[in-house]
């Protein structure tokens, strides 16, 4: 079993930024994959950004050139800096490890699919 537990999310004005956090416990050591994940109403939860315990990175072309996946393996933990938010940035933002995001990225992964409760964000003109 693994646990994942994202916070960090709120209330801004476009233009602003917030930095997600996402801490993994429980099963972890077979964990190679972490993604972000954004859900809106009546759409389908959109891959974000990922990122693999050996620091390989993917990013959406909404989140190109404003958002940074990292990753802190000895706090496991993965966090996700947005800069420039845009009202299209709203929505409830899950963390996620599992073919979910490895077969996205490419990459192998060794568990089945967690994910966390998620967290709001609200982005305003």
């Known amino acids: 079993q693994v646990q994942l537990v994202e916070s960090g999310g709120g209330s801004v004005q476009a233009g602003e930024s917030l930095r997600l956090s996402c801490v993994i416990s429980?099963?972890?050591?077979?964990?190679?994959?972490i993604g972000w994940y954004r859900q809106t109403l009546g759409k389908d939860r959109e891959l974000v950004a990922g990122?693999?315990?050996?620091?390989?990175?993917y990013y959406s072309n909404s989140a190109w050139g404003r958002f940074t996946v990292s990753r802190d393996n000895a706090k496991d933990a993965v966090f996700l800096q947005m800069n420039s938010l845009e009202s299209g940035d709203t929505g409830i933002y899950h963390c996620?490890?599992?073919?979910?995001?490895?077969?996205?990225?490419?990459?192998?992964?060794?568990?089945?699919?967690?994910w966390g409760p998620g967290t709001q964000v609200t982005v305003s003109h």
């Open positions: 996620n490890t599992g073919p979910t995001t490895a077969e996205t990225m490419g990459v192998p992964e060794d568990v089945y699919d967690y």
């Open positions: 429980g099963d972890i050591d077979n964990i190679n994959v």
């Open positions: 990122i693999t315990r050996l620091g390989k990175t």
